[in-house]
């Protein structure tokens, strides 16, 4: 059974940084797509970055060159590096997976098979 377990969120100041990482646990497949979305209250989910097997990153316009998505294979995780952050990046960030696939991209949130619980980030001005 495939597990996803966010960590890493936390309340800052316009401006700082984080990094959030994703532990996956249970994964057979050899190939992969995993994304990191986030949702604000009383809106969509927002897919901010995606990676897959062939190292692939493709990011949202809202984070270009602010977030990076990278992944440690070792270690199962993955990890989102958020800097220069906005108010606007305050959410609920999750990290999603979908094996024996590669990434469209920033596929909707329903293209993802597995979830994690999120982690809040809160960003104030």
């Known amino acids: 059974q495939v597990q996803l377990v966010e960590s890493g969120g936390g309340s800052l100041q316009a401006g700082g940084s984080l990094r959030l990482s994703c532990a996956a646990s249970g994964y057979t497949s050899t190939r992969y797509c995993v994304a990191w979305f986030r949702q604000a209250p009383g809106k969509e989910y927002e897919g901010v970055a995606t990676?897959?097997?062939?190292?692939?990153?493709v990011y949202a316009d809202s984070v270009k060159g602010r977030f990076t998505i990278s992944g440690d294979n070792d270690k199962n995780t993955l990890y989102l590096q958020m800097n220069s952050l906005r108010p606007e990046d305050t959410g609920m960030y999750y990290c999603?997976?979908?094996?024996?696939?590669?990434?469209?991209?920033?596929?909707?949130?329903?293209?993802?098979?597995?979830w994690g619980r999120g982690t809040q980030v809160t960003v104030s001005s």
């Open positions: 999603a997976a979908r094996g024996d696939s590669q990434c469209p991209n920033i596929p909707p949130a329903s293209f993802f098979i597995h």
């Open positions: 990676i897959d097997t062939d190292g692939r990153t």
